[in-house]
């Protein structure tokens, strides 16, 4: 058995990792994605790359900008000249490059979608289409409203975060020629509430078409979220080339990707939740806020609570 085994390598499943291992550890991190990050996320189409998750990272605490800056020292990300008063901070050449080189040193499993968690004499057993494993702890980083089917509807901790709340976000990922009049715009009222220029950011591949990154609002991400990913693409297209003063015929390639659970629109106000004999956590951005840093520290504070009965 285990000592250790992490549900998801997101942010939050990284940051907790990371620490088990620096203080000795060997934590299994296990991910249903076929690539490691979560929500940080890049697709590479059309030879540009597209963050469609999280599009920068910004630092209010001194331990995770410090963090940042060695991944800056080693080429993994770089400081975003979009015109921000915050500093903005990007994977590079994509957003996916900052979990990949956290993980870099971590046994993570790809390709492993957890179905169930049950309790077992010692601990808890994990179990996936074709295989499982027993574990003493276990971390569940996956969004809030997930939780549930992994360990029963009417478990304790289930009712505990029963009012986290997390919004959808279709994203659309268009490549469409010509240079790009603006490196990112907001739009809270609008259909399309943020038009992201990814080719403005350090480290991407040259082309001649812009990668553009499109966020849906929640309302209309709420409204369209079970279209397929040909009709989210079919009524994205036409917004994103109103919002540029584009014709249809420069647009070269598209996409869309459907967040089911993207943004926290309200949090569980404390870093995690677990059960009183400590063998199970749950952890996310869903526990603090909207932020890759949040899943940080939610993942860290786990951590932390979980040494003090490992040693
Ligand atoms: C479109 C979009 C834009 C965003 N923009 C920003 C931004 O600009 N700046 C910012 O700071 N934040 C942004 N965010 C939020 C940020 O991406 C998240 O706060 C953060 O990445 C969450 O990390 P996490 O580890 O908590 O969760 P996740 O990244 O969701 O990780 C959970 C992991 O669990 C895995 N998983 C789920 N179920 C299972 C299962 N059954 N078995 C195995 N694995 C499973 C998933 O594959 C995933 O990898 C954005 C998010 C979205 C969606």
Known sequence: MSRVAIIGAGM??????????????????????????????????????FDHGAQYVSAKSAEFEALMDGLIDSGAAADWQDGAERRHIVGAPGMSAIPK?????????????????????GGWRLTWDGGGMEAAHVVLTVPAPQVAGLIGADHDLVRQIGHVRLAPCLTLMAAITGPAPFASRR??????????????????PEAEATAWTAQASPEFSTQCLEETPERMV?????LLLDALGAAPDRVSHAAAHRWRYARVTQALEA?????????????????????????????????????????
């Open 12 to 49: 939050a499943g990284i940051a907790c990792a990371r620490r088990l291992a620096e203080a000795g550890h060997a934590p299994v991190l296990v991910d249903k994605g076929r690539g490691i990050g979560g929500r940080v996320a890049t697709r590479r189409a059309a030879g540009l790359h």
């Open 187 to 204: 739009d809270p009222d609008g259909a399309l509430a943020s038009i992201i220029a990814d080719s403005s950011k350090p480290g991407r």
């Open 271 to 311: 870093p995690f939740a677990k059960t009183p004999d400590g063998t199970l956590y749950l952890g996310g951005d869903w526990c603090i806020g909207a932020r890759v840093e949040a899943a940080w520290q939610s993942g860290s504070a786990i951590a932390e609570d979980l040494l003090e009965r490992l040693t």
């Open 101 to 121: 080189a956290l993980a870099a040193d971590l046994d993570v499993r790809q390709g492993v979608q957890v179905s169930q968690v049950a309790q077992v004499d």
């Open 234 to 238: 079919e009524l994205m297209v036409p």
